[in-house]
């Protein structure tokens, strides 16, 4: 199977960039495609148990593909339910750009 926190990494870095240039106006197919994605995670993402315990996230937290902002929180508060899973820190969601798109303010 693959190295799970390699595929971890690649993985969140993949997502989160993405929703960090997501548009805040997505057009309809934009949103749909999104959601496509986000959906054909807890289908295919090679980390079974990963993958189970995402879907049922997702289906209590229905994903929020209205814009940037919202899809970027939507995921950070995905990332942090896995976060708490593991045991590793809570992180700061006012801190996503920062991290994901604009690098550290100096
Ligand atoms: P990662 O958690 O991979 O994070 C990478 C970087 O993202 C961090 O260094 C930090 O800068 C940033 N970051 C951290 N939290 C957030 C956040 N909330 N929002 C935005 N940025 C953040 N592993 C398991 O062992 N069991 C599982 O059930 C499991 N489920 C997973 C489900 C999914 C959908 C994914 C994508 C991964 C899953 N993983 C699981 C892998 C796990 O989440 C980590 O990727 C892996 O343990 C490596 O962790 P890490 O400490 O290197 O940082």
């Keep these: 199977p693959p190295d799970s926190e390699e595929l971890?990494?690649?993985?969140?870095t993949?997502?989160?960039t993405t929703a960090a240039y997501y548009p805040e106006?997505?057009?309809?197919?934009?949103?749909?495609?999104?959601?496509t994605l986000l959906r054909s995670l807890p289908v295919l993402y090679p980390c079974t148990h990963c993958a189970d315990d995402f879907g049922?996230?997702?289906k209590l937290n229905a994903p929020n593909v209205s814009?940037?902002?919202?899809l970027s929180r939507w995921l950070c508060e995905r990332h942090n339910e896995v976060n708490?899973?593991?045991g590793k820190e809570q992180f700061d969601c006012a801190k996503t750009d920062?991290?994901?798109k604009d690098g550290p303010a100096d």
């Excluded at 106006?25 to 959601?35: D, E, F, H, V």
């Excluded at 814009?67 to 919202?70: N, Q, S, T, W």
Aim: charged content about 30%; proline content about 6%.
């Design 84 to 86: 708490k899973k593991l």
């Design 98 to 100: 920062e991290r994901w």
């Design 67 to 70: 814009g940037r902002a919202g």
């Design 25 to 35: 106006r997505p057009t309809p197919s934009q949103r749909a495609n999104m959601l």
């Design 56 to 58: 049922e996230d997702v």
């Design 14 to 16: 993949f997502l989160h």
């Design 8 to 12: 971890g990494r690649a993985t969140w």
